[in-house]
């Protein structure tokens, strides 16, 4: 698995997968927020977090998986 899939395995988010700081940090040179690249990294993010493989009896997390084929994410 890619080291950043794996990274992210641990992390727990809740709810959008806006994180709020993506519009405090993407910003254009002018000051303003950068909504397409905080669109852009948003789906990014999705790609890159991994994907729980269950167990179809118990429903447990088995394992994970990257979402992209490859070692890197492509459009």
């Not at 397409?36 to 009896?57: C, F, T, W």
């Not at 490859?70 to 459009?75: A, R, Y």
């Amino acid at each position: 698995m890619h080291p950043a899939c794996d990274m992210l395995k641990n992390v727990r988010f809740a709810g959008n997968l806006i994180p709020h700081s993506f519009y405090k940090h993407i910003r254009r040179e002018s000051g303003t927020t950068d909504f397409e690249g905080v669109g852009i990294m948003s789906d990014i993010l999705y790609h890159y977090r991994p994907a729980e493989i269950r167990d179809r009896k118990t429903g447990r997390i088995t394992g994970y998986r990257q979402k992209f084929r490859g070692d890197k994410f492509q459009v």
